[in-house]
């Protein structure tokens, strides 16, 4: 005569089944994490591809990675980094430098108007970017601050301010970090911090001078691996 399964063995195989998903779970959200930094990578790669076309043809680097759509990118997508929960439509996700986001100005959390004048030079059909854009043309928050603070001299703003316009943008930063702090091989012109918000991961960067990808801290000038 057949016997069926007592509360007893139910409970059992249910705890050891429980006991194995609590096991696997976190593996599988890993490797897809890993994933999702693989596409990242392959976003960058053909970022940079199109940096360098863009530059070969007017010697200089983009005003915003959305002007390269459609003539160098052939979509967005690439701007879209698949662990940002919001798809690139709150831009990069650091609300201190609302000013490395190619996304329309009043879509950025915490930024209020008025606008600086430098977005109206993105691409507007392009409303999601994921990942921060180290060479934009508006103010460079964290420069400014140092400068403001005492950390920057008037020597520093003097030789990175090259426009002579009073203020020093993004690009102006970073090409005077180069410059001035040996950094040129590691300085990134597009970084996703996605990965470090949401899973603890590297941040993921694009390098200015020769495109590769490299992983760093947030603070990537004495960090990068």
């Not at 201190?96 to 108007?113: E, H, K, R, S, V």
Request: glycine fraction near 6%; hydrophobic fraction near 35%; charged fraction near 15%.
């Amino acid at each position: 005569m057949k016997r069926g399964f007592t509360l007893v063995e139910l409970l059992v195989v249910i705890a050891i089944i429980s006991m194995l998903a609590g096991q696997i779970m976190p593996s599988l959200s890993t490797a897809r994490e890993k994933g999702r930094q693989a596409n990242c990578i392959n976003n960058f790669h053909q970022i940079g591809l199109a940096i360098e076309m863009y530059y070969q043809d007017y010697d200089d680097y983009p005003t915003w990675l959305s002007i390269m759509v459609p003539s160098y990118l052939g979509t967005d997508k690439v701007f879209i980094c698949l662990t940002d929960r919001y798809r690139g439509v709150s831009g990069h996700g650091n609300t201190l430098f609302p000013g490395a986001n190619d996304i329309p100005p009043n879509q950025i959390p915490g930024y209020t108007p008025p606008y600086e004048p430098e977005f109206a030079y993105r691409n507007p059909n392009v409303t999601a970017c994921s990942y921060s854009y180290e060479f934009s043309p508006c103010r460079c928050e964290w420069f400014m601050q140092g400068y403001a603070s005492g950390t920057y001299t008037d020597t520093d703003l003097n030789m990175a301010d090259t426009n002579r316009d009073g203020t020093v943008s993004w690009k102006e930063a970073k090409m005077w970090q180069a410059s001035t702090q040996g950094l040129s091989d590691t300085l990134p012109i597009v970084r996703c911090f996605w990965h470090y918000y949401n899973y603890g991961q590297k941040v993921l960067n694009l390098a200015y001078k020769d495109y590769h990808v490299f992983t760093s801290r947030p603070y990537w000038e004495n960090s990068s691996d």
